[in-house]
């Protein structure tokens, strides 16, 4: 029993100090894997756009990947805005890259409509103002598209709601002029 108590320390032993030896040379290995700087991931800050009863804008950030395509921040944007204004409701997004802009198509489903949005003047002015302002993002710096337009089901959306009229097409560099009092 001894000789075998003896043999089974001295496996112990052995491992234990075959796992100490391999856990050194890994953590000199740690240590010059942790020199080397792996960049960041960088993001952007994007604006997603609101406007209260009174007029008054109201603006939140959202962030995404500095590397994600115009085309991909649009559609996060758009999942940001039908998330936080419009009940889930659905909206394309695409890029006509020949003319660089944005076509949107607000698309209704059986269980989401954009019409009862347009609603109303102030009900109208809130949805193209949060729609326009949020797309063309006339704030950000980085490269972005110079105007969008708006579809609804598919056809433009400048002659289809009743107690509001949309534009043809939004030009980024007049945002102000579409939204002044």
């Known amino acids: 029993m001894k000789k075998f108590l ?35 991931p960088v993001s952007v800050e994007l604006s997603v756009y609101d406007i209260d009863e009174n007029l008054k804008e109201e603006v939140s950030e959202i962030q ?4 994600a395509s115009i085309q991909e921040k649009m559609l996060y ?9 419009f009940n889930g409701n659905t909206i394309e997004v695409g890029v006509k890259e020949e003319t660089n802009t944005g076509a949107i198509n607000l698309k209704d489903t059986p269980d989401h409509e954009w019409h009862s949005y347009f609603q109303g003047s ?11 302002k949020t797309m063309l993002q006339p704030d950000f710096e980085g490269d972005w598209i110079d105007s969008i337009e708006i579809h609804y089901n598919g056809e433009p959306a400048f002659e289809k709601f009743e107690h509001f009229c949309l534009y043809e097409k939004y030009e980024r560099s007049e945002i102000d002029s579409y939204f002044s009092e």
Do not use: H
């Open 6 to 40: 003896a043999i089974l320390l001295t496996v112990v032993l052995s491992f234990s100090l075959y796992s100490c030896d391999n856990k050194k040379q890994g953590d000199s290995a740690n240590t010059q894997q942790e020199t080397v700087k792996t960049p960041e």
């Open 77 to 85: 944007l758009a999942s940001a805005l039908s998330g936080k204004f």
């Open 64 to 67: 995404i990947s500095a590397d």
């Open 122 to 132: 102030q009900g109208g002015y809130a949805t193209e103002y949060k729609l326009i």
